[in-house]
């Protein structure tokens, strides 16, 4: 009798677990297929500050009908961006066929300026996840610097003022950076870069380039501190700093006759005296000034003082210069040309010399004159009788 109920017990027991399905003792999820899946090899990857990590997944159908995944792609970094392809298409759906699978292509945009860390994303087909991680070694930025070793120079009007500057690309891409200057009106700036003249550079990523930059200032600037801005930029990123040209003053001068006529006369081989006045028409001291001449072949010019040591602004120095005609100098208008020069400015005059005959050929002329009368006086005086 009582083995025959543990008979009967048994038996409604494993009525019960058939009538359940199994599922007392073996959970659906635990053998259970899922109709599709993702896979790619590489779910977990480094990668640089602008650099393009690309998957190949593939969808997976393990079902027995063609299957229908619509795709999407789960960010929450709004800077990263992402392309889904297949068959060299963007694809927001694809379509599998039963027990295969289908390509597709995912490309994931490290922004440039991006911290340090792990980033988590999740491509997604229907139900099926794929979740991936991208670890960024290093922050990134995308940004340029343009600095100068020495951004103050000071100097005369007549100056240049060469400035050496580097160009630094921040950024993990090639950039092509043109080179502009703001500065007032009248003033020169010139770019040069490996001894060349350029309007425009371009720099690797992560690298610098040395430029040289050339400030003229305008003949007739005055004394003053001047600011001159300088860039480097593209659509993309830029970068400036400013220049500083101190400006001491203005060099001048000027060289003319006492009474500013500029003709005389003399006699052949004779010698004439001028007054020469040199002036420093500028705003800045003048130093060390030589008088010279250019003259007619054996000609010559002395001056006395010779050198000028030194003229301030404003001032003006006497100067005599003696000139001596050639003997041999024949009637006529000569050209004489004088410089006052110092190291940083230099004057000419133009004088005109007239060469006139020399009264002892006007005697000479007049005693031949003389001689011939009274000897045609004679004749007349000793054949006139006849």
């Known amino acids: 009798m009582r083995k025959a109920c543990r008979q009967a017990g048994i038996l409604a027991l494993i009525a019960a677990i ?27 990857v480094d990668a640089a500050p602008g650099e393009s990590v690309s998957y190949n997944v593939e969808l997976i ?29 963007v694809v927001k759906q694809l379509a599998v066929k039963p027990g295969s699978s289908q390509s597709l292509s995912l490309r994931l945009d490290v922004p440039l300026e991006v911290d340090r860390g792990e980033y988590q994303f999740t491509l997604t087909a229907g139900e099926a996840r794929l979740p991936l991680r991208v670890s960024v070694a290093e922050k990134g930025t995308f940004t340029s610097k343009l600095e100068v070793e020495q951004s103050n120079m000071e100097g005369h009007s007549d100056s240049t003022f060469t400035f050496s500057a580097i160009l630094t690309n921040q950024t993990a891409e090639e950039q092509t950076y043109a080179l502009t200057a703001a500065a007032d009106p009248g003033w020169d700036i010139r770019f040069n870069s490996g001894g060349s003249s350029v309007t425009s550079v371009t720099v690797e990523p992560n690298t610098n380039q040395t430029l040289s930059v050339e400030v003229l200032p305008p003949d007739q600037v005055k004394a003053g501190t001047y600011q001159i801005p300088i860039m480097a930029a593209n659509n993309a990123t830029k970068a400036g700093t ?3 040209a101190v400006i001491t003053g203005a060099y001048g001068i000027g060289l003319t006759t006492a009474d500013e006529r500029l003709n005389a006369d003399i006699k052949a081989g004779g010698t ?5 006045t040199v002036t420093n028409t ?16 054996d000609w010559e010019v002395t001056f006395e003082p010779k050198t000028i040591r030194s003229l301030e602004p404003g001032k003006q120095e006497s100067v005599q210069a003696v000139i001596k005609s050639s003997e041999q100098s024949l009637p006529g208008d000569y050209a004489l040309s004088l410089s006052a020069q110092s190291a940083q400015k230099t004057a000419d005059a133009a004088i005109r010399v007239a060469v006139k005959s020399s009264s002892l050929w006007g005697w000479i002329g007049i005693l031949i004159i003389a001689a011939v009368a009274l000897g045609i006086y004679g004749l007349f005086r000793k054949y006139g009788r006849r």
């Open 18 to 44: 058939l009538w359940t399905g199994g599922s007392a003792l073996f959970p659906a999820a635990a053998w259970a297929a899922s109709e599709t899946e993702l896979y790619t090899p590489y779910t977990a």
């Open 61 to 89: 159908n393990n079902s027995d009908e063609t299957v229908t995944s619509n795709l999407g792609f789960q960010n929450a970094n709004a800077q990263w961006t992402h392309e889904l392809t297949a068959g060299g298409r």
């Open 242 to 244: 400013n220049l500083e």
């Open 272 to 276: 004439r005296s001028l007054q020469l």
């Open 282 to 297: 500028g705003t800045a001291k003048l130093e060390d000034i030589s008088l010279t001449a250019q003259t007619p072949s």
